[in-house]
C-alpha cells in the first residue's frame, strides 16, 4: 500500500485512540464536533480543491506514494483522512488541557454567574 495512504489512515487511528481510550475526551462522540467537521469539510473542499486540482496544481502528490482515488475537484482521499487527524487533534488536546481538574467545579462556579 503507498506510503501517504498508510500514513493518513494511520494518523486517523492514532487520533481516534487517542480521544477514546488515552485521554478519553470522547469529542468524537458529540454532535457539536460532527457539526464541526461539515464545516472543515466544506472549505479543505474549496482549498484543497484549488490547490490540487489536476488542471493546473499548485501542489502535486507523487502516485507511486498515494491510491490515486481523487474526490471532489480533484482531492487526493489521503488529505481528508489527514485534515480529520490534524483538526481532531487540536481538539482533542485542547479539551484535554483545559478541562477542570475537578469535573464538579464547573457546576460550582457555572452556579455563581
Known amino acids: 500500500m503507498p ?20 485521554l478519553r475526551t470522547r469529542v468524537t ?5 460532527w457539526s464541526a467537521m461539515a ?5 479543505q473542499c474549496l482549498v484543497d480543491g484549488w490547490l490540487t486540482k489536476l488542471t493546473a496544481p ?8 498515494m491510491l490515486g482515488l481523487r474526490a471532489p475537484w480533484d482531492i487526493p482521499v ?9 483538526v481532531t487533534a ?3 488536546l485542547w479539551v484535554h488541557l483545559t478541562a477542570p481538574a475537578d469535573p464538579r467545579q464547573d ?7
Open 58 to 65: 499548485i501542489v502535486e502528490y507523487s502516485p507511486s506514494h
Open 3 to 22: 506510503e501517504y495512504t498508510v500514513l493518513s489512515i494511520l494518523s486517523v487511528g492514532v487520533v481516534l485512540v487517542l480521544d477514546r481510550r488515552i
Open 107 to 113: 457546576e460550582r462556579t457555572s452556579d455563581r454567574g
Open 39 to 43: 464545516i472543515v469539510a466544506f472549505f
Open 90 to 92: 487540536t481538539i482533542v
Open 78 to 86: 489521503e488529505d481528508f483522512a489527514f485534515g480529520f487527524s490534524m
Open 29 to 33: 462522540s458529540r454532535r457539536q464536533f
